[in-house]
């Protein structure tokens, strides 16, 4: 058999990868810390915690040693008519984290399915109650993942585009950052009077592949209570934004309101294997509640064959072990005061069109004359530049942020910040 890394380019097909000639896929062996480490010995510096989903480094001892001991116990049974201890004690401690109100979890294996569930789960609410509603409101530019549900509730652009005609509809407001608070509190006022309306779906506080677009926990409150008047169910999809991201574990922990039913997914097995959670409250939950006969119909018929893995399971109870250490809570507020004061001078870079910054999140957007979207040329150079330097920042579009793990050291920060001085449009 010929060397792997040849074997790549012609067995696999990878994501978010232009099929063409000249695709290169760095070839990673090993990772420790903030860093991944390339079969030729080369060292990267995880700047965006590989797709925001490793929250203390790669291959952190601690989670491996809990996924080692659960893998010869039991790595999988089916979670239909069974359980285990990994996925109860993940349950409890998540629901001990979050208000009272919250009483159930539902497991699937990524966050696009653990928006598929929620967005399912309140439908049919609607449907248990015998008062079907159809329509869905979100917001512009979100995006809540790659299957058809998700991708429905997504801001439609060139990643949705061959699938529109198939997408449900939905009605989009924009996003309320700072200026536009009024007009999406308008619009959502228009359509929640206007007609019957299912649900609300929103990434909190910070829309992560939009570019990290901030807007205030206030407004998402206003939004929130007008949509509670009218009974909509409210989906937050805390998938990027939990775990600490925003500088609290949850998003939501900034907000008065709360929401029904909450997707969770990336950081929460600390990177190690995938998982999907909704949570919802009692009252949903209720609402899929029936002894009799016919009210079998009420059955949430949803599941996936590696629901509730206990080796994922055990990683996320090992991450949330590491989340509930004040040392994890340093570094985050660390990181924070980091990205802040950092904030300031990239105002100034030549170049440098807006800064935002929430939390362990920082995004810089480059000034690009006519050219703006995904695919803008200025996103290869940025790439490139940072790659050839050791660091990954994946950029959407002409925009760069640095998501890091939390373990990501003062030095280690301070070389991208370094990487980004240097950079010259
Ligand atoms: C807010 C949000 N929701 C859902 C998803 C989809 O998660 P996954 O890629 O695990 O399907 C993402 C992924 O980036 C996301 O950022």
Not at 235 to 248: H, L, P, Q, Y
Request: proline share 4%; charged share 25%.
């Amino acid at each position: 058999m010929s060397d792997w890394r040849e074997n790549d380019r012609k067995a696999v097909w990878h994501p978010f990868t232009a099929v063409k000639e000249d695709t290169v896929n760095v070839p990673i062996v090993r990772g420790e810390g903030a860093w991944l480490i390339g079969a030729d010995g080369k060292r990267y510096l995880d700047a965006i915690s590989s797709w925001w989903v490793n929250l203390h480094g790669h291959s952190h001892p601690y989670v491996a040693k809990r996924v080692a001991e659960q893998v010869q116990k039991l790595e999988h049974v089916m979670f239909a008519g069974f359980t285990h201890e990994p996925a109860v004690e993940l349950a409890t401690r998540l629901l001990e984290h979050m208000p009272e109100q919250f009483t159930k979890v539902f497991y699937s294996d990524n966050g696009s399915t653990a928006v598929e569930v929620a967005l399912k789960m309140a439908f049919q609410y609607w449907f248990n109650q015998g008062a079907p509603r159809k329509k869905v409101i979100a917001l512009e530019d979100a995006y809540h993942g790659d299957t058809f549900g998700a991708m429905a509730v997504g801001g439609r652009g060139v990643f949705s585009k061959p699938f529109d005609p198939f997408l449900f509809e939905v009605e989009f407001i924009p996003t309320p950052v700072v200026g536009k608070e009024s007009e999406a509190l308008d619009r959502l006022s228009q359509i929640i009077e206007k007609e019957e309306v299912a649900s609300l779906i929103y990434e909190p506080l910070v829309q992560g592949t939009a570019g990290m677009q901030v807007y205030s926990p206030e407004v998402l409150d206003k939004m929130i209570s007008m949509c509670r008047e009218k009974g909509i169910i409210i989906i937050a999809d805390e998938v990027m934004t939990a775990f600490g991201r925003t500088g609290t574990l949850f998003a939501m922990d900034q907000c008065e309101e709360k929401p029904d039913l909450i997707a969770l997914s990336k950081g929460i097995t600390g990177g190690f294997l995938p998982m999907g959670v909704t949570v919802c409250t009692e009252e949903m939950h209720n609402s899929f509640w029936s002894d009799d006969e016919a009210g079998k119909m009420k059955t949430f018929l949803h599941g996936h064959s590696y629901t509730a893995n206990p080796l994922a399971c055990a990683a996320a109870c090992a991450s949330l072990d590491l989340m509930e250490k004040d040392e994890t809570w340093e570094n985050i507020q660390r990181i924070e005061a980091q990205h802040s004061e950092f904030a300031k001078e990239a105002t100034e870079i030549s170049g440098v069109a807006a800064v935002r910054h929430k939390g362990t999140i920082l995004a810089i957007e480059y000034e690009t004359g006519a050219q703006t979207g995904y695919f803008n040329s200025l996103r290869d150079r940025l790439y490139d530049f940072f790659l050839e330097r050791g660091i990954i920042l994946r950029p959407l579009g002409n925009i760069i942020y640095i998501i890091p793990p939390y373990c990501i050291t003062e030095e280690e920060l301070n070389s991208v910040y370094q990487a980004i001085r240097e950079f010259k449009l």
